[in-house]
């Protein structure tokens, strides 16, 4: 089956940055739309980040425009996000998830249309 690893987060201080991976393992990993998405404590989980199959098409959450960069490496089967200037806020629980079949432009930010999903991994921002 397919399966999703989370690695690369830590705890950092306000302004650092940090690059978390994802490895996707059991599957064509190209066959894939792949998003990042965090849950804080007490909030529901929240999109962060989605780039297409082929890299061709990328998309942010207007809280982290501008500070996190999403890409992928269909050779190493990896996604990666780039998180620059981290705040406090930005802690939580990251999780990747891979997205197959025909995706249209809303599904990009909806948690229920990702069929695969890793464990997470912690972010923490110290202020």
């Known amino acids: 089956q397919v399966q999703l690893v989370e690695s690369g987060g830590g705890t950092v201080q306000t302004g650092d940055s940090l690059r978390l991976s994802c490895i996707v393992s059991?599957?064509?990993?190209?066959?894939?739309?792949m998003g990042w998405f965090r849950q804080a404590p007490g909030k529901e989980r929240e999109f962060v980040a989605h780039?297409?199959?082929?890299?061709?098409?990328?998309d942010t959450a207007d809280s982290v425009k501008g500070r996190f960069t999403i890409s992928r490496d269909n050779a190493k089967n990896t996604v990666y996000l780039q998180m620059n200037s981290l705040k406090p806020e930005d802690t939580a629980v990251y999780f990747c998830a891979a997205q197959g079949g025909t995706i249209s432009i809303v599904m990009r930010y909806d948690s229920e249309k990702y069929q695969y999903w890793g464990q997470g991994t912690q972010v923490t921002v110290s202020s």
């Open positions: 780039i297409s199959r082929r890299s061709d098409i990328s």
């Open positions: 059991g599957g064509s990993f190209a066959r894939y739309a």
